[in-house]
């Protein structure tokens, strides 16, 4: 837990108000245990956190288990067609009852096969009519919130949290205006990368392309660069740019159908894209696993489960170029933090918003400061 002198230490140098006077956030952040500690509490556990596509749980029955930074969920499509999330732990030896993904007309612990109704209520517990004081009937999971949204599943495991919807302004508006075919889209592939750096290194780097010129030449070559633009607000951003009408390096546009690049970033870890070529959406979820390094998948909904010879070059470019570029430069990142030559950066911004400046990354510092001070009491 950081006291309001520590997140004063924190904060100095950041300016809410103007990014061309500010600094980045501390290195410290990036780099000492006890900060993904805090996160957990401040900015895991009471945010939105992507699960999956709808379609995985359209049906009676139907249940995929997520995992929010070391906390099991599972999400579960009742018999009555309600969707509820649960805490993925059995109220009598807290063991975890679901695994994976599927289909079932029951939730049945592995344990000691205490069984639980779809809606969560405990159905049957095994040599438990001697007991004294027990009421099956009061024995029910543990519940979270959950949403869809934009054709996906969330959960946020702090039941007081304002809806996503409402939390998340013309956020839909904006997907559904550029992917309006998300919902029926279906998973194609996954991606799992494993990196050496802290998550919100990951996600500084998702935030700008002040870099790209220099780091993601084949990239540059797929869009009309000059038309990018970045916007921010409430708690995501907009990245957009035209398609290149000219060759490129990254990746075949035949048949494409999609000229937009169209990307958002939600807070905290969820980046959705919407890339050149056929009806198509990626997720990209970005997983703190310890304090210096980081898990992210990388998702590819296509109009067919079976991607096309164009979609499978896609997948290449980002698995062996594009992700391969973007881990060696956040992975080298992280180590300069760790080095007593660095503490913070200036913020660099261009007042047109283009993809050259980095107000995004200041307005993602301005949200993980304000977390902290959450929850040490501080205000600005």
Same mark, same amino acid.
């Given at each position: 837990m950081l006291t309001e002198s520590q997140y004063a230490q924190i904060r100095k140098g950041y300016d809410p108000a103007d990014p061309a006077r500010s600094l980045s956030l501390n290195a410290r952040c990036y780099t000492e245990p006890g900060f993904l500690a805090l996160e957990k509490e401040a900015i895991f556990y009471r945010s939105w956190q992507w699960v999956c596509h709808i379609e995985k749980l359209r049906e009676p029955g139907a249940y995929y288990v997520a995992d929010v930074v070391g906390r099991s969920i599972a999400v579960v499509r009742g018999a009555d067609g309600e969707l509820r999330a649960f805490y993925n732990v059995c109220q009598h030896r807290a063991h975890h009852l679901l695994?994976? /993904?599927?289909?079932?007309?029951?939730?049945?612990?592995?344990y000691h096969a205490w069984t639980y109704r779809l809606d969560g209520r405990l159905k049957a517990a095994r040599k438990t009519e001697h007991l004294v004081d027990f009421d099956k009937d009061a024995v029910c999971l543990?519940?979270?919130? &959950? /949403?869809?949204?934009?054709?996906? &599943?969330? &959960?946020?495991?702090d039941t007081r949290a304002a809806p996503l919807a409402e939390g998340s302004g013309d956020l839909k508006t904006e997907i559904?205006?550029?992917?309006?075919?998300? /919902? %029926?889209?279906?998973?194609?592939?996954? /991606?799992?990368?494993?990196?050496?750096?802290n998550w919100k290194n990951v996600i500084d780097n998702f935030l700008e392309c002040y870099h790209c010129p220099v780091a993601h030449k084949d990239f540059v070559s797929l869009l009309d660069f000059p038309t990018y633009t970045v916007t921010t607000h409430g708690i995501y951003s907009s990245h957009m740019a035209k398609a290149s009408r000219g060759s490129n390096t990254a990746y075949s546009l035949k048949d494409a159908t999609v000229d937009d690049h169209a990307v958002w970033y939600l807070w905290p870890t969820t980046c959705l894209l919407r890339y050149p070529g056929r009806g198509n959406f990626l997720v990209m979820n970005i997983i703190p696993t310890g304090p210096e390094t980081t898990r992210e998948t990388y998702d590819f909904f296509f109009e067919t489960a079976e991607p096309t010879e164009q979609e499978r070059d896609?997948?290449?470019?980002?698995?062996? &170029?594009? %992700?391969?570029?973007?881990?060696?430069?956040v992975e080298s990142v992280q180590r300069g933090m760790n080095t007593p030559a660095f503490e913070q950066g200036r913020i660099v911004h261009d007042p047109k918003g283009t993809g050259l400046s980095e107000h995004a990354v200041h307005h993602f510092h301005g949200l993980v400061l304000e977390a902290y001070g959450q929850m040490c009491g501080a205000h600005d």
């Open positions: 695994s994976g /993904e599927g289909t079932t007309k029951l939730i049945t612990c592995p543990s519940q979270v919130r &959950v /949403e869809t949204f934009c054709g996906f &599943v969330y &959960v946020n495991l559904m205006r550029f992917a309006p075919d998300v /919902e %029926q889209l279906t998973f194609a592939h996954r /991606e799992t990368f494993e990196m050496a750096s896609a997948i290449a470019y980002v698995r062996d &170029v594009l %992700q391969r570029e973007d881990i060696d430069l």
